[in-house]
């Protein structure tokens, strides 16, 4: 029997930098170390990419899937297609979010033979043991797979510690291929643990991960980041946890670690407002010392009223308060927004707006970045959405148009999003431009001065909260709409 796993990552949609296929890098990790061999492929590196698929994934024991909902199905259900049509008995599984939330969706298709739930990592190496033993599947926990033709479906497994497994294998990689211009110009995604305890109703990462959060130790990720500083050349690095602070020990060792061991890497991580103005000024400035150059946080909404529907636990404050803090340390805040929730998304629109510039009053940099509410299976606010009239695709393609870019439920129209896009992508952008535009606008010739005209109007319009006629935004949708 094959001792070959093979593990794809499928192809995403506007995609401006190709991050390291980190899911699939830990679902590796356990199976490299009990011998088996691992092919992993990543087709957003590679064109035309089912030939090499194909020829690169012969004699596994199984292909895994890494699919988030929306695009990435899509590509995955390309590649599974091709792969049965080739090789029907070799095991097709799908892990990650999506598939975690909706198995039986998922394997109600013939090109998808197992679901993995939850985390890869302990389910994986159970598999792949199992099938080179020629043994039966069950029992295996998070494993769903079908017998004679009916979908034998697991529990959703709890989190199971981390530490246990050996680090991310960033050698199985060509490196270079991902190493990204952002922070610092290796920049490389790391990630130190996984789940998150708080439960925000938009948010897929309460199921997946049961509000539970496991990490590893400060001394293994201060080792894996001397490793990738010192034997790769990595100066940055972007930090993939769901929730990097929720151990405040553990991030206060890790700092303190990154300062004594001299390690010159700039970072970036997520963050609540809440847990960043509860930090002691001190520890504030530790993380910044270490190295903190970027934080992102969810503002999510400039409506109290919104923020407690959704279950976010902060204030329109707190996000000012967070701007102003981040400001004076010297730290990047990138805030993320919703718009169209339930209850007075009209209004919502207006309060948003007014908190950002807030945001921009304190730091013309800071970006903010806007989004609209989708009800993710899994989140806790869509049995609500789906009471509310949102419908959600009864198979599994359904899902691949499903993103945070478009609107996906019936409470607000297509005016809605329009106005949003105008407002919050187009217009605010302008008016309060972030340094790109700003050294555009200085930069000299015909199209800088093209661009403070533009800064002027909009900042005109922002002002007056004067959106007639809007003109320059046709145009530019006009633009769009050719290039697309
Ligand atoms: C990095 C990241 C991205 C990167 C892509 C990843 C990459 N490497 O290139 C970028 C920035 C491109 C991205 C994009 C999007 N993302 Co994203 N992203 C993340 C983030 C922050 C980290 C992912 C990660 O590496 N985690 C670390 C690994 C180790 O954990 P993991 O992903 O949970 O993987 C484990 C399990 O899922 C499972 N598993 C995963 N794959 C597989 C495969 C097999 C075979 C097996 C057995 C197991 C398995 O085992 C893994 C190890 O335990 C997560 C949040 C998070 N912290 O996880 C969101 C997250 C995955 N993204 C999410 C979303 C929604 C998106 C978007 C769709 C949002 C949008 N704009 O519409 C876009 C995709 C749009 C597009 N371009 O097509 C959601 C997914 C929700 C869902 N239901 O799918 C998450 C969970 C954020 C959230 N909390 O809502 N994302
Ligand atoms: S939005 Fe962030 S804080 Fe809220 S549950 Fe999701 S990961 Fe946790």
């Known amino acids: 029997m094959s001792d070959k796993v093979t593990l794809i990552f499928p192809r995403l949609r506007r995609e401006s930098n190709v991050w390291a296929p980190?899911?699939?890098?830990?679902?590796?990790?356990?199976?490299?170390?009990?011998?088996f061999e691992i092919e992993l492929l990543d087709p957003r590196t590679f064109h035309p990419h089912i030939p090499e698929i194909l020829q690169a994934a012969g004699g596994s024991l199984f292909v895994g899937l890494s699919v988030m909902t929306g695009f990435q199905i899509r590509d995955a259900v390309i590649i599974s297609k091709a792969l049965k049509d080739v090789y029907p008995e070799m095991p097709v599984v799908w892990g990650g979010y999506h598939a975690s939330m909706l198995p039986e969706q998922t394997l109600a298709e013939d090109y998808v033979d197992m679901v993995i739930r939850g985390q890869g990592q302990p389910t994986a190496l159970e598999l792949a043991r199992r099938l080179a033993a020629g043994e039966d599947l069950e029992g295996v926990p998070g494993l769903c797979y079908k017998r004679d033709g009916e979908a034998i479906v697991a529990e959703h497994p709890p989190l199971v510690e981390i530490d246990q497994y050996p680090s991310t294998p960033y050698d199985i990689l060509d490196i270079e291929t991902y190493m990204v211009p952002d922070l610092g110009t290796r920049t490389m995604k790391y990630f130190s643990s996984q789940g998150c305890p708080f439960g925000c109703g938009?948010?897929?990462?309460?199921?997946m991960y049961g509000r539970g959060w496991v990490g590893f130790p400060p001394e293994r990720v201060l080792d894996d980041l001397e490793n990738l500083a010192k034997n790769y050349g990595v100066n940055a690095i972007d930090f993939a946890d769901t929730n990097f602070f929720v151990s405040k020990k553990r991030v206060k060792?890790?700092?303190?670690?990154?300062?004594?061991?001299?390690?010159?890497?700039?970072?970036?991580?997520?963050?609540?407002?809440r847990q960043f103005i509860d930090f002691s000024p001190r520890f504030r400035e530790l993380i910044r010392d270490a190295g903190c150059r970027r934080l992102l946080l969810g503002a999510e909404s400039g409506s109290q009223e919104a923020l407690k529907m959704i279950g976010k636990q902060t204030t329109v404050d707190d996000t000012l308060h967070v701007a102003r803090l981040c400001d004076g340390l010297g730290i990047t805040a990138r805030f993320t927004t919703m718009f169209g929730f339930p209850g007075e998304p009209e209004k919502d629109i207006e309060l948003t707006l007014r908190m950002i510039e807030g945001i921009k009053a304190v730091n013309e940099d800071f970006e903010v970045h806007g989004f609209f509410f989708a009800p993710y299976p899994g989140a806790p606010m869509y049995e609500e959405a789906v009471q509310l009239g949102f419908r959600p695709p009864g198979w599994l393609e359904g899902w691949a148009d499903f993103d945070l870019t478009e609107l996906h439920t019936p409470w607000v129209n297509p005016e809605y999003k329009k106005k949003v896009d105008m407002i919050i992508d187009f217009y605010m952008p302008y008016a309060s431009p972030g340094p790109e535009l700003r050294q555009k606008m200085a930069a000299g010739g015909p199209r800088s001065y093209a661009y403070r005209a533009m800064h002027r109007l909009a900042s005109w319009r922002v002002g007056n909260r004067n959106f007639e006629a809007p003109l320059e935004w046709k145009l530019k949708q006009l633009k769009a709409g050719r290039r697309g």
């Open 202 to 207: 938009f948010c897929a990462e309460t199921s």
């Open 22 to 35: 980190l899911p699939l890098m830990a679902v590796a990790a356990p199976l490299l170390a009990e011998g």
């Open 253 to 273: 060792a890790i700092c303190e670690g990154i300062l004594e061991r001299g390690l010159d890497l700039k970072w970036a991580a997520d963050v609540r407002t």
